[in-house]
């Protein structure tokens, strides 16, 4: 009771030095994981048990209210827009991860979970920067949104490829993996497009104690059945909260938000726990460089997607800087990969380094691409 105390009064207080300074508390949840794990400055025992099912209900959340957010034709929609930009996306920033995997010697397994760490940006943090910053009514954002779509899409087929090969199935083990995931995805959306209503009114309830309990239970359910199916229990939530539109997931959005962060902190605490700081050093230049790269790449990407939509240069410039942040999948990843054993533990320290460097670049490139761009301007007209 006083060890979790103490962790969650430290996350309260990590999290309002975050807001102070106007950045995402991931990094700082990442760090207070840090000091009190293995290898840190006073190691915690005797709650492993509560943490470890507290991270992963964690995911659970993150995901499910992340589907809330999209329904299933918005996500059609952007599909259909944005599979271009998702494409180069995909291509561009997947690649750093995958070719630093393969020179440090951590082989094609190792590469493959890289490539998942660099490729996907956090919606979380780009949505929360975004209405920070009052930009969700730019003409920009719905571009930013359809590339975040595309990615969330796509990691509904990576996962299940990435624990497939994590578990060390086989090759038809594995495709019998992504087909049952890419079915579960068809027949969610198919169901969500027609039947929609009747599982938001399966779940919905005007009583909210009622209606908390209907949606935790059924959130664990689906994320425990496809777990079950080798499909990954996050695909599962995330899946579930695309099935739940209207005014239902509007209220389980606001019901869920204060249980998510909750949850959620307490994984990006585990992922931190569970790595020795004494690790991070030897691969502190190897993630500024990826930092620098695939800060390059995505910056790119927002750019070339924003120009194809006819926006300007400064709409251009901000989309790409909203996607920077990487943060809540790239740590599920590397979490996945070195839970596992097969992967170097080296993996989850360049991970945690790497979403430490980036969780905090991602806000810092959307507040201040404006004035540097402004600043730009004014020296090619004074020029």
């Known amino acids: 009771m006083i060890q979790l105390g103490a962790v969650f009064f430290g996350l309260g207080l990590l999290g309002r030095v975050a807001r102070r300074a106007g950045i995402s508390p991931i990094p700082l949840y990442l760090v207070g994981g840090l000091a009190f794990g293995h290898g840190?400055?006073?190691?915690?025992?005797?709650?492993?048990?509560?943490?470890?099912?507290a991270s992963e209900i964690g995911v659970v959340l993150l995901l499910l209210l992340l589907g809330l957010e999209y329904s299933a034709s918005e996500l059609t929609?952007?599909?259909?827009?944005?599979?271009?930009?998702?494409?180069?996306d995909l291509v561009l920033n997947s690649a750093p991860g995958a070719i630093a995997a393969l020179l440090l010697g951590w082989g094609p397994v190792g590469a493959l979970a890289m490539a998942g760490v660099?490729?996907?940006?956090?919606?979380g943090i780009v949505a929360k920067v975004l209405g920070d910053l009052?930009?969700?009514?730019?003409?920009?954002?719905?571009?930013?949104?359809?590339?975040l779509v595309f990615e969330d899409l796509a990691m509904a087929v990576y996962l299940p490829v990435l624990t497939a090969v994590l578990a060390g199935v086989s090759f038809l083990g594995g495709l019998t993996s992504v087909g049952i995931s890419l079915l579960a995805i068809t027949v969610v959306l198919v169901v969500a497009l027609k039947y929609g209503r009747f599982i938001s009114a399966i779940v919905d309830s005007p009583d909210h104690e009622v209606f908390l309990l209907k949606l935790l239970g059924s959130a664990l359910l689906v994320a425990g059945v496809a777990s079950q199916l080798q499909v990954s229990a996050a695909v599962g939530a995330f899946l579930l909260g695309i099935a739940i539109s209207g005014s239902t997931?509007?209220?389980?959005?606001?019901?869920?938000?204060p249980l998510r962060d909750l949850f959620a902190a307490m994984f990006f605490v585990v992922f931190g726990l569970n790595t020795d700081p004494r690790s991070i050093p030897p691969v502190l230049v190897i993630a500024v460089a990826l930092?620098?790269?695939?800060t390059a790449t995505k910056v790119f990407t927002g750019w070339w997607a924003a120009r194809r939509q006819g926006i300007g240069k400064m709409g251009r410039m901000r989309a790409g800087a909203?996607?920077?942040?990487?943060?809540?999948?790239?740590?599920?990843?590397?979490?996945?990969?070195?839970?596992?054993?097969q992967v170097s533990s080296e993996l989850a320290a360049l991970a945690t380094a790497y979403v430490l460097l980036m969780a905090i670049l991602g806000p810092i490139a959307a507040k201040y691409v404006e004035p540097i761009g402004e600043f730009f301007a004014r020296r090619r007209q004074m020029a």
């Open 77 to 88: 929609t952007g599909l259909k827009k944005s599979w271009m930009a998702g494409v180069l």
């Open 249 to 257: 997931a509007e209220n389980a959005t606001r019901l869920l938000e």
């Open 291 to 294: 930092a620098a790269v695939t």
């Open 322 to 341: 909203a996607l920077v942040a990487r943060g809540e999948f790239s740590i599920v990843i590397a979490g996945l990969a070195v839970a596992s054993g």
């Open 134 to 147: 009052g930009r969700l009514g730019n003409r920009e954002t719905p571009v930013v949104l359809s590339v």
């Open 118 to 123: 660099t490729y996907i940006s956090s919606s």
């Open 40 to 53: 840190g400055l006073v190691p915690l025992h005797g709650i492993e048990e509560f943490t470890h099912l």
